[in-house]
């Protein structure tokens, strides 16, 4: 039996007053998730261990089965793998948003939805610039607002505050902190002070850099927000992961679908085949992914992990509309072929839908709650759950998971 796990980035969330007091998930038009939990088996799941921030990183790596106690070095380190940057076991790996801030607040965390073309000029200027003047630091460009920022003996023991997680806060109070005391066990890096004190004259310096950068004057001459201040995080080294074929020999070959870069990275880690869809963005191209993730499978994958940002995007940004919007993209555009075509063939495949946390419209950030989760196989014997969402899910069969159960769970099926 082959495997697919169709992942709805954010997707999940909280009753909304505006809905009648529905979650999104209940009052979307969706019929063929609610068709797979019919016929399937629900629960809930717990992506996020204890002492952990509910960020994608953590949430998707445990979904794949990896403990993040043994495996957890940031969000850095995986968008460095997945743009094929090669860190040296000293070398600290940050995510580097370009971010819109007015007033001395962090209004989006997106650069104002910045696109990858725009974003290259920037972070190339910034590495001219800034990199030159600093010659342990080097700046990478990524997709769309999200960056690498590579520091050569830097010191993972720092505070940072994900750019999300803070829409309209002071961006000056949430400066890089050292993770105080310092001790031992830091050779080869600088000290934590010293590294975010670095990290903070950064910041400082790319304001001024970016604002009267050409691309951003002419953007405020428009009146659109500026991608006027750089913001790192999620740092780490690089991290030392089994790959999933390693930890469930049934995966003999696999696959990753994801316009996003941290999934790219755990997926290169994971020892997955990163296939990258033409056009394919957060909020573009289901299609080409469900073409992909069809084709994966009838070459051969045993597993295909297709991961779609849209609902996350919506999510932070507060648009209620759009979220629904792509939670019923994801029903029609790319659940429907994918079953569709899969239901036609002679070997089974097995299913999952799930989002990795919720990102609630009204909170615009990441919450650490468990999520609903389908699991359908053809001729399985499904639970009593009919709908797909938040509420429906608590009666599943599959009860509360925790963390790699999922994984376990999901692989055992054969």
């Not at 979220?323 to 495949?349: G, H, M």
């Not at 969402?389 to 069969?397: F, H, K, N, T």
Request: proline share 6%; charged share 25%; hydrophobic share 35%.
């Amino acid at each position: 039996m082959k495997h697919i796990i169709i992942l709805g980035d954010g997707m999940a969330d909280h009753p909304v007053e505006r809905l009648g007091g529905k979650t999104l998930l209940q009052y979307a038009n969706k019929p063929y998730m609610d068709m797979l939990a019919k016929k399937g088996k629900t629960g809930r799941l717990v992506t996020v261990p204890d002492g952990f921030h509910p960020g994608s990183e953590v949430a998707n790596s445990s979904i794949m089965g990896y403990d993040q106690n043994e495996v957890y070095e940031g969000r850095g380190p995986l968008e460095a793998a997945s743009i094929g940057y090669e860190l040296e076991p000293t070398d600290l790996a940050l995510r580097c948003n370009i971010i819109n801030v007015q007033d001395g607040k962090i209004i989006t965390h997106n650069g104002g939805n910045l696109e990858t073309e725009d974003a290259d000029v920037l972070i190339r200027y910034l590495n001219d610039t800034l990199g030159k003047k600093y010659p342990d630091v080097k700046f990478v460009t990524g997709i769309q607002y999200r960056h690498l920022l590579v520091v050569k003996h830097g010191n993972k023991h720092i505070d940072c505050a994900p750019p999300h997680d803070h829409p309209n806060e002071e961006w000056h109070k949430l400066m890089v902190k050292p993770i105080l005391p310092e001790i031992g066990g830091d050779e080869g890096h600088i000290s934590r002070r010293d590294t975010a004190d670095l990290l903070n004259q950064l910041i400082l310096e790319s304001q001024e850099l970016l604002e009267n950068h050409p691309f951003n004057v002419a953007r405020k001459e428009r009146g659109e927000r500026m991608a006027n201040l750089i913001w790192p995080w999620g740092g780490g080294y690089r991290p030392h992961m089994l790959t999933l074929s390693q930890m469930y020999p049934q995966i003999k070959k696999g696959s990753v679908i994801s316009a996003v870069d941290l999934i790219r990275g755990i997926g290169h880690y994971a020892g997955l085949r990163n296939i990258i869809v033409e056009g394919a963005t957060g909020l573009a191209n289901y299609e080409g992914k469900a073409a992909a993730a069809i084709q994966a499978l009838k070459d051969g994958d045993d597993f295909v992990y297709v991961h779609v940002e849209a609902s996350d995007e919506a999510g932070h940004d507060g648009d209620l509309e759009l979220k629904l919007k792509t939670i019923e993209n994801l029903d029609q555009r790319l659940i429907k072929p994918i079953f569709d075509e899969v239901s036609t063939w002679d070997e089974p495949v097995c299913i999952a839908v799930l989002p990795d946390h919720p990102t609630p419209v009204e909170i615009r950030t990441h919450v650490k709650e468990p999520v609903p989760f389908i699991i359908y196989y053809p001729g399985m014997e499904p639970d009593s759950v009919e709908k797909y969402d938040e509420v429906s899910c608590v009666s599943g069969g599959y009860g509360m998971l925790q963390l790699q159960e999922f994984m376990n769970a999901f692989m055992a099926i054969n």
